[in-house]
């Protein structure tokens, strides 16, 4: 993920980040779990709707920051999806990320 544009203290344009995403569904639905250093750090509910798919994440109400996560998967191909993650912060700031995922190379 790469920050495209950003008025948020936490996010500076040019800022990547590498993540793994999982795509999962159980008998509740279907989610993307985020892991980050070994660790899932959060899960995103997905939704697949015609030639996308959408992630919403939230925090709860107890977490120190509170923060809105979309995800607009809108260019998918073979071997890479692409989109965009807007993120919301408590201070009503926003950042916007392009996300660029890639299927893992075979070892």
Partial sequence: ????????????IGDQRNETWEFVSDSTGIYTN???NKKL??????????DKIMLE??????SKNRVKMTVVLDDIKENVVKGTQ??????NCSAR?????TTPQKK
């Fill in 57 to 62: 994440f939230s925090s709860d109400s107890v």
């Fill in 86 to 91: 807007t993120i919301t912060g408590q201070d």
């Fill in 41 to 50: 750090v959060r899960v995103f509910k997905a939704k697949y709707l015609k």
């Fill in 34 to 36: 985020v892991i980050n």
């Fill in 1 to 12: 993920m790469l920050c495209r544009e950003s008025d948020c203290s936490q996010y500076v």
């Fill in 97 to 101: 990320f392009s996300v660029e995922l």
